[in-house]
């Protein structure tokens, strides 16, 4: 399942072709996004996390660029050891505006099942980021893989 919404920001990409000026319009491209953003571990309804329940990760990419469709994105979480290791993509095409026109970034969102932990302590490994969780925890834990 994956979200798109919008916020105004200045723009960024992981992995894309620079756009052409055309005159008006960037020329469309694709980019991929991994690992970026951040990822947040939490109950299927939101809240903390509770021992011996299946969870929930949801990644937000960070602002993938102006006029912005997403053709797919995903996620992974895999508990080995005591690492919760989350990796997440998204393949967005940028669209572009008008130089004349103020950027609204488009944000990609996508969620994923989190594996049932039992009560202890983790860290949760994302991207270039790691955070420390004592499960349970009152309340969602994020990382940044920026």
């Known amino acids: 399942m994956f979200l798109l919404f919008a916020l105004a920001c200045g723009g960024g990409s992981d992995d894309s072709s620079a756009p052409t000026d055309t005159g008006w319009y960037f020329t469309p491209y694709e980019s991929t996004y991994t690992d970026v953003g951040d990822a947040c571990l939490s109950r299927d309804n939101g809240g903390g996390v509770l021992a011996d329940q299946p969870g929930e990760i949801r990644v937000e990419f960070d602002c993938v660029g102006c006029g912005v469709a997403t053709l797919t994105s995903s996620c992974t979480a895999t508990l080995v050891g005591t690492e919760l290791q989350i990796t997440a993509q998204a393949l967005v095409e940028v669209s572009g505006t008008p130089p004349s026109t103020t950027c609204t970034c488009g944000y990609v969102e996508t969620t994923c099942a989190a594996p049932a932990l039992p009560a202890g302590a983790y860290t949760i490994v994302y991207g270039e980021g ?15 893989g920026d």
């Open 130 to 144: 790691q955070g420390a969780v004592d499960v349970p925890a009152p309340s969602p834990v994020c990382v940044s």
